[in-house]
C-alpha cells in the first residue's frame, strides 16, 4: 500500500476532492495547512506572505493505482495549462500496516 499526500491550492480541493472520487478512489482525509515552497512565500508590495494557506490531502491506495492517482492529483489541482509556482506538491510513502479501529482488522 502506498499513503499519497498531496498539498493543494485551496481553490483546487474540489477539484481534486471530485477528480478523486470519479476515478474510484473516496477515501481523503483533508486538512488545512499553512507553508511555503522553494519561492518562500508571496510578497505584495512591502508585506511579505510566508506562510500561505494551503490544503493536505490523504489517501491510502494499492500500489499498482500509484501512478493513476498521481496524474489524477496533477491533473486536477494544476492552475493553467501547464501549472504554476505555488499550485503544490506530492508526496509518496510506504505503508506497512493499517488497522480498522471499529474492527480491529489489519487491512492488507
Known sequence: MKMVRAIVRPERVNEVMAGLMYAGFPAVTKI??????????????????????KVMLLTI?????KDF??????????????????????????VEESYT????????
Do not use: H, M, W
Open 32 to 53: 488545512d495547512v499553512f507553508g511555503r515552497g522553494k519561492q518562500r512565500g508571496l510578497k505584495v508590495g512591502d508585506v511579505t506572505y510566508d506562510e500561505l494557506p
Open 61 to 65: 491506495i494499492e500500489d499498482k493505482d
Open 69 to 94: 492517482v498521481i496524474e489524477t492529483i496533477l491533473k486536477e489541482a494544476r492552475t493553467g495549462s501547464s501549472g504554476n509556482f505555488g499550485d503544490g506538491k506530492i508526496f509518496i510513502s510506504t
Open 101 to 108: 479501529i471499529s474492527t480491529g482488522k489489519a487491512q492488507l
